[in-house]
């Protein structure tokens, strides 16, 4: 490609020339410039832009321009204003300082992250760990050079002390950059990525990147760099650059502007604050000055110098489909990890009822040492329950002061009995509907056709394990002639739209229609933007039915169904009015049920009797919660995040003007939209006036249910197309809104919204690999009531992605569980706790469906043999705890090989103990197989039940623990 006056450029750069104007250089042609300029040149560039959206565009435009032996990258800013209570995320600190610690050839950077003061040259370059050269014990030494290397011998001891100092918080698991772990010979640290690092002695054995909601390893690396997670000094990111480096400074009318906005922000933060920290960024003409040493390219067109004739350049196509960005590193722990038990917590044993944790203590019985929970009753009665059985214990939720029982005494299974007789009662009503479904003959749909095939081919994104398992059982359960009623129960962004577009695809090529039910014009206008994009390549007619048609064209759809010219509808409450009639309905998707009043659940359950319905829903109230629980409807969870979804960072925060201003101004400076969310419709006018004195650069509209259908649609349109950077509006953008470009939230008055209501909210940000921030308002002048509180502590506790089932179950607890089967059944769940009521309802449900299932749970293995978790090998009590409840509730082989497998992985080799305990459960898994309710050793032998009744006793009670165990197996042809 032949560029005009690229031969003038070059001859400009000579090492005498350190000032070259550009007069003017086009955007969409300064990559192609910028790459021939590194070409030619063959030395390093940066790129200085007014904001972070550009620095990004620029860096992945070089990125494609396929320089032979060119590393570009971008120097990202800091997302928190100098002096502000917030430090910047950890994981833009460990980007910079990798930026930093290797320079690349190319570099794109917003002003805002060069005028950032950073740690010095010299520092990043010495603190790096390496073996001690010529030291006989090789002790952890500060060195210019090194990396710590596979076979390199390190000492652990000094390794910590130097990770404390590069500004590491030791934990004990790693989820979030900034954090390190040591359990014996194994070193977890968080820096860009997780990394594993197991020792043997002082020698390092391996280094590994593993994932930190799993927990296991990933990858093997051969050498890694310890690096600061901390950037504080006095230094300038342009003292780290080569002095051959030319910098390119885009448009510095446009620069010096930002600069005096940015330092505007920071001296109204420390006035806000009253911070004593110095002052974080170096001015303009400090910038100007670390200039004056490198060559520099300035783009103006308010100065002389080489002018690039427009008319003469070739036609550069639009921004080609860049490439997706690498996949972000997950930070978060699987909340299956941990299970925390707090002294005092209300605990219920399924054979003794409630009583009270009282902690872990390690007991000799019989000469074998186990590990056990000691639960306390009332009249001071003591419980010791063996670890092993954990699954007969649950936390209880239902009262904030329950009964607590005696230990020996009837009251428990009197209640016990109770609350069994009147679930008995209950499961008859509940499956009355189950049981006309499961009697009345559906349509099976037949096997798999070429266009599924196609469809999922066309499917832009990689399903998630968990996305892909609830579309294999909605597959199934259409190929079934029992009509299907399925909850698909996932966080928002997480894909259950797609997996209701496979069943309505399916269901429509087969020649049966298709309703899709939806609480919001917005929702409906968004899911038939979907289906249509998905479809269109397919003899599928879809339609919509809103407020966003006119009567007319609502008449003329609603006829178009009856006569089955219509194959997907996709509407609001509409499609339940009594003129709706379909041709040949076989699928009903519901979006948000509980959404709908009460007359249009009647209507739904009309609809329902004998056709494939779909729920789905965000945060499952707990009455739905409690049927898929309970068995009388399928349930698929869908917790797994999609590859590069982030959690959202939240705040609760009072109302502050500054703060406001702050947060709006930084995401548009990423090139970002805001949601400003203020359900108020006779002060939303007022509000967006505050925030257009606040934020004058920003482009402001409004949007809320009261304005005409059209113009409505319009504010919508306008606002997904970036036409304007902030949105104030009400909760119409509550459900089903998907723009990915708009990553911060406010809520004003957080504190009058529930909480499943917040967390949908919040949902409404977050859907791309960009960081997203949600800032919950609450007014000083406002009493905040304690049901309040809580609401705002559990959205701001519940920010790991995928909480939304926990937070039905967290709201249970807050709103209490009185109401959820009406007083009937209130009391007996307070009597029981929610958990235990549902496991006592699940056996209600089985027997009547004559399903004989026996759980892991009822299972009981209680053998003489020393068989724990050593608390010097898993030292977390909550990690020890959630192991032990893993292990109680494995239902094969398979799984037990995969945690013994991550055991290793994580915490190293197995000691003794813990291989007895995998022996023991491997035993369990199969005596639940073969119908054995337990295998108990007492007085010398060992005891064998079957469910059925039957029994029989063993010998080889005196045997080593391997040998007994084996022995068992052996004995019972197990």
């Not at 997950?330 to 917590?345: F, H, I």
């Not at 499956?431 to 037949?446: C, D, M, Q, V």
């Not at 709908?596 to 739904?604: A, D, Q, S, Y």
């Not at 957080?750 to 800032?775: C, D, V």
Request: hydrophobic share 40%; aromatic share 8%; proline share 4%.
């Amino acid at each position: 490609m032949q560029l005009p006056q690229l031969e003038d450029i070059l001859d400009q750069l000579k090492p005498e020339n350190k000032r070259i104007i550009i007069n003017h250089l086009p955007a969409a042609a300064k990559a192609a410039y910028l790459s021939e300029i590194v070409k030619e040149t063959k030395k390093p560039l940066l790129v200085i832009t007014s904001n972070t959206q550009e620095a990004e565009i620029l860096s992945q435009q070089l990125a494609l321009s396929n320089v032979e032996g060119l590393s570009t990258d971008l120097f990202p800013s800091p997302d928190t204003v100098p002096g502000e209570e917030f430090d910047p995320e950890k994981e833009i600190v460990a980007k910079r300082i990798q930026v930093l610690n290797n320079i690349p050839n190319l570099i794109t950077a917003p002003l805002k992250a060069v005028m950032w003061k950073t740690v010095a040259k010299l520092k990043i370059k010495n603190e790096k760990l390496s073996r001690s050269a010529g030291s006989r014990n090789n002790n952890i030494n500060i060195a210019e050079a090194g990396k710590i290397n596979v076979g390199e011998i390190l000492e652990i001891e000094g390794l910590k002390s130097k990770l404390v100092e590069f500004g590491y918080k030791r934990q004990e698991i790693v989820g979030e950059r900034g954090e390190f772990a040591v359990r014996g010979g194994i070193v977890d640290i968080f820096f860009y990525e997780p990394v594993r690092i197991e020792f043997f002695g002082d020698k390092i054995e391996s280094i590994r990147v593993f994932d930190a909601q799993s927990q296991r390893s990933i990858r093997k690396l051969e050498s890694f760099d310890i690096l600061p997670i901390v950037e504080k000094g006095d230094s300038s990111f342009l003292d780290h650059l080569s002095p051959e480096t030319i910098i390119f400074f885009d448009e510095p009318m446009q620069l010096k502007i930002v600069a005096e906005r940015l330092l505007d922000e920071e001296v109204e933060i420390q006035k806000r604050t009253d911070s004593k920290r110095h002052e974080g960024y170096f001015s303009f003409d400090e910038i100007k000055r670390f200039l004056e040493k490198f060559q520099v390219i300035i783009n103006t067109a308010f100065e002389e110098g080489i002018k690039i004739d427009t008319a003469k350049l070739p036609v550069f196509p639009k921004i080609p489909s860049l490439p997706k960005k690498t996949k972000a590193v997950k930070e978060g722990v699987n909340r299956a990890l941990l299970l925390e038990l707090k002294d005092g917590a209300f605990v219920v044993h399924e054979n003794y009822g409630i009583g009270i944790y009282r902690g872990m203590q390690k007991m000799e019985i019989d000469g074998a040492e186990q590990e056990y929970l000691l639960l306390e009753y009332a009249a001071n009665d003591r419980l010791y329950v063996p670890l092993q059985q954990m699954g007969l214990i649950e936390k209880y939720s239902g009262d904030p002061n329950p009964r607590v029982y005696r230990l020996h005494g009837k009251e428990w299974s009197k209640t016990r009995s109770k609350v069994k007789k009147s679930l008995q009662d209950l499961t008859k009503d509940l499956l009355f509907l189950y049981a006309i479904r499961s009697k009345t003959e559906g349509h099976a749909y037949p096997s798999d056709l070429q266009w599924q095939n196609e469809l999922r081919a066309s499917f832009p994104y990689e399903e998630t394990p968990d996305q892909q398992r609830a579309i294999d059982s909605v597959m199934r359960d259409m190929e079934s002639s029992r009509p299907m009623d399925r909850l698909i129960c996932g966080d928002v962004g997480y894909g259950k739209t797609e997996v209701a577009l496979r069943a309505a695809f399916r269901a429509a090529t087969a020649g049966k229609q298709v309703a899709l039910l939806a609480p919001t014009t917005i929702l409906v206008l968004q899911h038939f933007t979907t289906f249509y994009d998905r479809l269109k390549n397919y003899p599928i007619k879809i339609e919509m039915l809103s407020r966003f048609k006119s009567k007319e064209e609502q008449k003329e759809i609603v006829s178009r169904v009856q006569t089955g010219e219509v194959d997907i509808v996709i509407g609001t409450h509409r499609l339940l009015q009594k003129d709706m009639c379909f041709k040949e309905l076989g699928l009903l998707i519901v979006d948000e049920e509980q959404r709908f009043g009460v007359g249009h659940k009647e209507r739904l359950k009309q609809l329902k009797k004998n056709i494939d319905v779909i729920t789905l829903t965000a945060t499952p109230i707990p009455r739905t919660l409690y049927f898929s629980l309970s068995g009388a409807r399928d349930m698929s969870l869908i917790n797994t995040a999609p590859v590069d979804r982030l959690s959202i960072r939240t705040h609760v925060v009072p109302w502050d003007s500054a703060l406001i201003k702050e947060v709006i101004a930084r995401e548009l400076d990423r090139g970002g939209q805001v949601y400003f969310v203020h359900n108020f419709v006779r002060t939303i006018e007022t509000v967006a006036s505050k925030i257009k004195k606040l934020v004058p650069h920003a482009k402001v509209i409004i949007g809320h249910g009261q304005m005409r259908e059209d113009k409505l649609a319009q504010v919508m349109t306008d606002f997904q197309e970036k036409k304007f950077d902030v949105l104030v509006c009400t909760t119409i953008i509550e459900s089903g809104l998907d723009i990915p470009n708009v990553n911060t939230m406010i809520i004003d008055h957080a504190e009058r919204f529930g909480l499943a209501q917040l967390y949908q909210l919040r949902g409404r940000i977050g859907r791309s690999s960009s960081r997203a921030y949600a800032y919950l308002l609450y007014h000083k002048e406002d009493v905040l009531t304690s049901v309040a509180l809580e609401r705002l502590k559990a959205i701001q506790e519940f920010k790991e992605l995928g909480s939304g089932y926990r937070l039905a179950m967290r709201d249970l607890e807050i709103r209490g569980s009185g109401t959820l089967l009406g007083a009937k059944q209130s009391g007996h769940i307070v009597s029981v706790g929610f958990d235990m009521y549902c496991d006592l309802l699940e056996e209600a449900v089985n027997k009547a469906k004559g399903v004989e299932v026996s759980s892991p749970r009822q299972v009981i293995v209680d053998l003489v043999v020393s068989s724990y978790i050593p608390s010097d090998y898993i030292s977390d009590e909550r990690q020890r705890i959630a192991t032990y409840r893993r292990l109680t509730i494995l239902q094969d082989q398979k799984q037990l090989n995969e945690i013994r497998d991550e055991l290793k992985d994580r915490y190293g080799r197995i000691p003794k103990p813990l291989q007895y305990l995998l022996e023991v459960v491997d035993l369990k898994i199969k005596a639940q197989k073969a119908g054995i309710k337990q295998i108990k050793e007492q007085k010398g032998k060992i005891l064998v039940e079957w469910f059925n009744g039957r029994h029989k006793y063993l010998r080889g009670a005196d045997l080593a623990p391997s040998s007994k165990i084996k022995g068992i197996q052996k004995r019972l042809s197990l």
